[in-house]
């Protein structure tokens, strides 16, 4: 089955640092990629997705490129704010129709 | 703007009561799901359903049960609430998109039982 893997939190950040948030997967086929945002005290939000290799999904100043050789989604941003603080999701879909998500990784940014 | 609603969002009740956990959605998706969040944040599929009169049983071993009679509405029920039934619970819903494929959350409720 499909696997998912983030890098463990908390990431600790002061605002308009560069922000790297790693995700690998596994999934046989051709997955699509997804990159979900769950602010305090609420469900989850898409934040970006990319459904085929050398995609870049960008959103809201997140970007996160499909690398397929090495199987990797990483979630970028230049310079985060304080409202960015969140716990985010890295999700893989291939054919089977079900998400596939990480164990979340909770980003706080400090003014 | 998604539209999936959950209610309650926030409930606290008593160990030994029944308790059911609405969710609704206006997308017309066949699909729809149930996750069960620790504190630690990790997302567990509890259940989930492909369409009316469909309910599946997802990784984590629930002792819930859920039921879809309409295609919007897909409670899930607590016969009898216990503190170890203590969490954030959420619902979703998708379309069947194959690979691409993603899913709509609601807002979740927070459940605490005493």
């Known amino acids: 089955g499909n696997s998912v893997t983030q890098m463990e939190g908390p990431v600790t950040l002061s605002e308009e640092a560069f922000l790297t948030i790693n995700c690998t997967y596994t999934?046989?086929?051709?997955?699509?990629l997804f990159w979900y945002v769950q602010y305090p005290g609420e469900g989850l939000q898409l934040l970006l997705k990319?459904?085929?290799?050398?995609d870049k999904g960008s959103n809201k100043g997140f970007e996160a490129t499909y690398r397929k050789e090495t199987t990797s989604f990483h979630l970028e941003k230049g310079s985060v704010q304080v409202s960015d603080s969140a716990v985010y999701f890295c999700?893989?879909?291939?054919?089977?129709?079900?998400?596939?998500f990480g164990g979340g990784t909770r980003l706080m940014v400090k003014p | 703007e998604a539209d999936i609603y959950q209610t309650p969002r926030y409930l606290v009740i008593g160990t030994g009561k029944k308790i059911t956990l609405e969710c609704s959605q206006t997308?017309?998706?066949?699909?729809m799901y149930w996750y069960q969040q620790d504190p630690g944040m990790e997302l567990h599929l509890i259940h989930y359903?492909?369409?009316?009169?469909?309910?599946e049983k997802g990784d984590l071993s629930s002792e819930s049960t859920v039921s879809r009679i309409r295609t919007e509405h897909f409670p899930l029920t607590l016969e009898s609430a216990r503190p170890s039934h203590t969490s954030q619970y959420l619902c979703?819903?998708?379309?069947?998109?194959?690979?691409?494929?993603?899913?709509?959350f609601g807002q979740g409720t927070r459940l605490t039982v005493v």
């Open positions: 979703a819903s998708s379309e069947d998109r194959g690979r691409y494929t993603e899913a709509f």
């Open positions: 999934a046989t086929g051709y997955p699509s």
């Open positions: 990319a459904t085929k290799a050398d």
């Open positions: 999700a893989v879909n291939n054919a089977g129709n079900m998400l596939t």
């Open positions: 997308m017309g998706h066949d699909k």
């Open positions: 359903s492909y369409g009316v009169n469909s309910t």
